[in-house]
């Protein structure tokens, strides 16, 4: 396939419409799929993701899809909505404007849709709907539609011109979709369908053969019983005219095809001397643990005859040799002990043994439980929403066996205090009493901390090294400690503290991952605005190719995902609120630069650079996801508003008719915006 391979995944939660309920899964629909579909390990897709907008948007952005691709392309399109028909029985999506009294020219149809299929010159088409086509529902249930409408009545066959297409649908049509498992759980997740989808591709499950790849046909044939057993009212359907087998995902379920033991030593493994099946026993045991699986599986399977079969002596030999390459994980237990909800804590799953068994996949049993594999384990994280205990399992299946692992702990509100430490009593009169003994200490999970991420390491060099270039060109521009400041060296002397301080964070374990890349970003988006000597842009070069290697590091990380979501809290507000103060301080100060001489004006457009971009990079901190990052992108804002404060205040003139209210204004704007910041940092933290 040299043709490209692109997914557009359309999510409509929210609605203008009171008659249209809302939705919670779409967002985490279109997020997790999203996630999986770009994750390279898994798939090759170029993902774009819709998300809340009106229907002339949504029909746009499938029409530029479809009419932009090229014979070879594989394109993939996932609808999670609401399915509603007219009174003729035309199907359509919701969009956000929808009005059910006005589908035509509110809703997308799914006629329209049709048509770009049919005349798209992609041979390879697949269209996923996660969106309802029955009325009723029962407690417990969102339903994403009215009335019966068949989503594959309104995708027919034909037409295509020999082109493949497949339709895969989440229910058929008198059933409904069902959103998670109860209607006032106000945390978003995944439809059943959607969430099915996901895990199918993510562990690879889907590969029902096990040769590495996940077809389509495979795909639904997971997505079916998978389904089915989630909920045994919901049953998926499909509508798959395609030429050949469209491979939308690898997988890591390769089968190991066992390679034929040597013919002598076959031989010897059947000799009728015991003594020579003894020495057989000892070269399989040799090639058990080879690298080559291929070999060690059937040395294996040599093995296992030899212990069913032959005497017992010669059985027990065998079975000793072919235990030491089962399947076995370090611990079987891992206990998270005390999670504060909210955090995604991490834990590791390692795998011991020859690499036989080690070539193993991990299925785990809650969708709460996220399993990452790795060579010699995998990396499992938490995802959940609920107060109160969790116990889970994880299934490590290779060709030599399987090993269950419980994941167990408990969901708090908030850590919980430490308990006082107990002095030890006086030894009084009499025989001392025999120390108790002391309890086998449980085998807790440990949150691994990330691994030295080198684009983490040069971000962190470049930071210094813009911090220690400020150094000797601060002091270059004056002669002496009263030109230092006269000279305005002094202004420097903020971004040298601020970039030092990213530097570090992004060196120290606990803020590598989010905070130091998050106040890195912040600070080189302002401290990035040509200003002051020239001799700046070497900083300003620093600190940008800086916050791109963070940038990288963070996207390297699978662990999170940045994201936007919406402003919450009393500090979001109040950041807003200093920002724009600070913003508005600017924006007079240019304004009194221009009253004050034309010839300034050039000095005022800096002013007003400064207060365009603090004022998005003040947006973008309380909106970013995980709150985290955002608040450490808005530390970083804030420290970078700070230096350009400062560089603007030596900038103006020194005359009586220019008052400086405006400065002043942004300067304590700023400076309120990095105390709501500290309380922000505490909140998340806590």
Same mark, same amino acid.
């Given at each position: ?37 770009? =994750?390279?390990? $898994? ?67 799914? =006629? @329209?849709?049709?048509? *770009? ?14 969106? *309802? %086509? ?35 649908? #989440?229910?058929?049509? /008198?059933? %409904? ?15 059943? @369908? ?18 590495? &790849? ?5 795909? %639904? ?29 690898? +997988? ?22 015991? @003594? ?30 030899? #212990? ?47 690499? /036989? ?6 299925? +785990? ?15 499992? +994280? ?11 399992? /994880? ?11 419980? $994941? ?31 309890? #086998? ?18 971000? +962190? ?6 911090? $220690?270039?400020?150094?000797?060109? !601060?002091?270059?521009?004056?002669? !002496?400690?009263?030109?230092? @400041?006269?000279?305005?060296? &002094? ?57 791109? *290697? ?31 103060? *600070? ?22 457009? /800096? ?55 405006? &400065? &002043? ?9 990095? $105390? ?11």
């Amino acid at each position: 396939m040299t043709g490209e391979r692109r997914a557009l995944i359309i999510a409509n939660g929210e609605y203008d419409n009171p008659g249209l309920s809302a939705l919670r899964s779409p967002a985490a629909d279109a997020e997790a799929l999203a996630e999986v579909l770009a =994750d390279r390990a $898994v798939s090759e897709f170029d993902v774009q993701v819709v998300r809340d907008e009106t229907a002339h948007v949504i029909a746009g952005r499938v029409e530029d899809l479809f009419a932009d691709s090229a014979p070879d392309d594989v394109l993939l399109v996932h609808f999670s909505c609401h399915g509603l028909k007219s009174e003729s029985g035309e199907l359509f999506f919701a969009a956000r404007n929808t009005r059910p009294e006005r589908l035509a020219s509110t809703a997308v149809p799914a =006629d @329209f849709v049709q048509r *770009c299929m049919r005349m798209s010159r992609s041979r390879s088409i697949v269209l996923l709907l996660d969106c *309802c %086509y029955g009325g009723a529902f029962s407690q417990g249930v969102a339903v994403r539609a009215t009335g019966e409408a068949n989503v594959l009545d309104a995708f027919p066959g034909g037409g295509f011109g020999g082109r493949g297409r497949a339709v895969i649908t #989440a229910s058929n049509s /008198i059933e %409904y979709a069902f959103e998670g498992d109860q209607l006032a759980d106000d945390h978003a997740r995944p439809s059943v @369908f959607t969430s099915a989808l996901v895990d199918g591709l993510r562990t690879g499950d889907a590969d029902r053969d096990e040769d590495g &790849w996940i077809a389509l046909g495979e795909l %639904y044939d997971y997505l079916f019983d998978s389904v089915r057993e989630r909920n045994p009212n919901q049953t998926p359907s499909r509508d798959i005219e395609m030429q050949g087998e469209l491979y939308l995902a690898r +997988s890591r379920r390769r089968r190991i095809k066992p390679s034929p033991v040597p013919a002598d030593l076959r031989a010897a493994s059947e000799d009728p001397n015991m @003594f020579t099946r003894l020495g057989a026993v000892t070269e399989l045991q040799r090639r058990l643990t080879s690298e080559n699986l291929s070999v060690a599986i059937g040395a294996h399977e040599v093995l296992t005859t030899m #212990a069913q079969t032959d005497i017992q002596h010669i059985a027990e030999a065998a079975d000793l040799a072919r235990r030491e390459a089962r399947v076995r994980a370090e611990s079987e237990v891992v206990r998270f002990g005390e999670v504060v909800l909210g955090t995604r804590p991490v834990a590791r799953v390692r795998l011991g043994g020859p690499p /036989i068994a080690r070539a193993c996949h991990f299925a +785990s049993s809650h969708s709460w439980l996220r399993v990452t594999e790795d060579g010699d384990g995998a990396e499992i +994280s938490l995802e959940l929403a609920e107060l109160g205990a969790f116990d889970g399992r /994880i299934t490590v299946t290779g060709p030599t066996g399987e090993v269950v692992v419980r $994941v167990e702990g408990q969901v708090v509100a908030e850590p919980a205090p430490k308990p006082p430490s107990r002095s030890r009593p006086e030894p009084g009169p009499g025989p001392p009493p025999e120390p108790a003994p002391e309890p #086998a200490p449980p085998v807790e999970a440990v949150a691994v901390s990330p691994k030295s991420e080198p684009f983490a390491v040069a971000a +962190s060099l470049l930071a210094f090294a813009a911090a $220690v270039y400020l150094v000797p060109i !601060s002091f270059a521009l004056s002669h !002496s400690m009263e030109d230092f @400041f006269e000279d305005g060296g &002094w202004t420097v002397v903020p971004l040298v503290f601020f970039a030092t301080a990213a530097g570090i964070a992004m060196l120290l374990p606990n803020t590598r991952r989010m905070a130091g890349p998050g106040a890195l970003c912040g600070l080189a988006l302002l401290s990035a605005i040509p200003s002051g000597p020239a001799l700046l842009v070497l900083t300003s070069g620093c600190l940008l190719a800086g916050a791109v *290697c963070a940038l990288i590091a963070v996207r390297r990380d699978r662990s999170f995902r940045l994201g936007l979501g919406k402003p919450s809290g009393l500090l979001a507000v109040a950041a807003l609120v200093a920002g724009a103060g *600070c913003a508005a301080g600017l924006v007079a100060e240019a304004i009194e630069l221009i009253d004050y001489s034309s010839s300034r004006a050039d000095e005022a457009a /800096i002013y007003l650079v400064v207060a365009v971009v603090l004022l998005i990079g003040t947006l973008l901190g309380v909106l970013l996801r995980p709150a985290a990052f955002g608040v450490a992108f808005l530390g970083g804002v804030a420290g970078g508003g700070i230096v350009m404060v400062c560089v603007l205040s030596y900038a103006m003139p020194s005359s009586s008719s220019v008052t400086g209210a405006g &400065w &002043w204004i942004a300067l304590g704007a700023v400076l309120a915006l990095a $105390v709501v910041t500290g309380f922000a940092a505490r909140e998340v933290k806590s």
